[in-house]
């Protein structure tokens, strides 16, 4: 019997290293390219990232939705239910915000703990394990909508100058939410599959083809994006926001979503949503809106390097446990 829960735990351990190691190995050859190489600089691993977030992962959304039954893919309670959870995690990291005595970090100290990179890790990590990545749609739907707002409004009211929502800014951030590439690209699949319109071969093997490029792309840029001297600046404030993003969150609310009855595909799309590292974009969208990004760089290296040990322990509970 012993030797029996031996042999099923290595299987189980097994089983979560082949989905997380390669992912993570693409990040660090992107890392290496980046750092030993002339191959990637900054501007090259810049327009690959914008390739992948514009292009290639739109498309590979769009693939795996509009191939499928609609009325099979779609589940209202778990949009639902993430948006509730990402709402949740939003105010507990504003709360949290409200202990940090240097009031000009506070809105990154909120975005870089919510807002992750579900859409290019997990995808990657959906890929891996079961070759698409069709519940994380609606994971997607439910939470992107609310990070971009919840982030516009932050990083502005938050701002280290001092600032105030107007008509524009809100316009601008609709506008924004209405043409995100990800949002479009959910929107395209979700009709196909419900209208079922038929795809011929040749444009069926172009989209297949340019999907295909978003995963491998995507991990390389990421891992060039990597700046270890960065992760010094704020350590303090980083260690907590990336403790709620890679275990905090998901232990809270994982419970939650089993209990509810999700399970397999969908429970691991809900995983990467609550335990993704912090998404790149925070960094950029907090220099561009007049804040340090001193934070968000360090929370961004910190949580991408230890997501690999962080989700291979999630992958490897929720295997042992036959959640997934």
Same mark, same amino acid.
């Given at each position: 019997m012993i030797l029996y829960l031996g042999v099923i735990h290595t299987e189980n351990l097994i089983f979560s290293l082949n989905a997380t190691i390669p992912v993570f190995l693409m990040m660090l050859f992107?890392?290496?390219?980046?750092?030993?190489?002339?191959?990637?600089?900054?501007?090259?691993?810049?327009?690959?990232?914008?390739?992948?977030?514009?292009?290639?992962?739109?498309?590979?959304?769009?693939?795996?939705?509009?191939?499928?039954?609609?009325?099979?893919? !779609?589940?209202?309670?778990?949009?639902?239910?993430?948006?509730?959870?990402?709402?949740?995690?939003?105010?507990?990291?504003?709360?949290?915000s409200m202990l940090?005595?240097?009031?000009?970090?506070?809105?990154?100290?909120?975005?870089?703990?919510?807002?992750?990179?579900?859409?290019?890790?997990?995808?990657?990590?959906?890929?891996?394990?079961?070759?698409?990545?069709?519940?994380?749609?609606?994971?997607?739907?439910?939470?992107?909508?609310?990070?971009?707002?919840a982030a516009v409004v932050l990083l502005t009211l938050m701002s280290p100058e001092g600032g105030h929502l107007d008509r524009r800014t809100l316009g601008k951030t609709l506008r924004g939410i209405l043409t995100n590439p990800i949002i479009l690209g959910i929107a395209a699949g979700l009709l196909c599959s419900l209208l079922k319109l038929p795809q011929p071969v040749i444009v069926r093997r172009a989209v297949s083809s340019l999907a295909a490029t978003a995963t491998p792309m995507g991990l390389i840029a990421l891992g060039?994006?990597?700046?270890?001297?960065?992760?010094?600046?704020? !350590?303090?404030? *980083?260690?907590v926001c990336s403790m709620f993003k890679l275990v905090i969150f998901a232990a809270l609310f994982l419970p939650a979503a089993v209990w509810l009855g999700f399970r397999g595909e969908m429970l691991m799309a809900m995983l990467?949503?609550?335990?993704?590292?912090? *998404?790149?974009?925070?960094?950029?969208?907090?220099?561009?809106?007049?804040?340090e990004g001193t934070l968000s760089s360090s929370a961004v290296m910190l949580t991408t390097v230890c997501s690999?040990?962080?989700?291979?322990g999630w992958l490897y509970l929720l295997k042992t446990l036959a959640l997934i």
């Open positions: 992107g890392y290496l390219l980046h750092q030993k190489t002339l191959l990637m600089n900054d501007s090259f691993a810049g327009y690959l990232n914008t390739f992948v977030f514009q292009i290639a992962l739109p498309v590979q959304l769009f693939q795996n939705l509009s191939g499928s039954d609609f009325h099979t893919v !779609w589940n209202g309670r778990a949009v639902a239910f993430c948006f509730a959870v990402s709402l949740a995690s939003i105010l507990l990291m504003l709360a949290l940090l005595r240097d009031r000009t970090i506070r809105a990154e100290f909120v975005q870089a703990g919510y807002r992750g990179s579900q859409a290019l890790l997990g995808a990657a990590l959906m890929q891996n394990i079961y070759g698409e990545t069709g519940p994380l749609a609606l994971v997607l739907i439910g939470a992107v909508p609310l990070y971009n707002v060039a994006c990597i700046d270890p001297k960065k992760a010094m600046g704020c !350590w303090k404030p *980083t260690l990467v949503m609550l335990g993704s590292p912090t *998404t790149v974009s925070c960094f950029s969208m907090a220099r561009s809106m007049g804040h690999a040990f962080s989700f291979t």
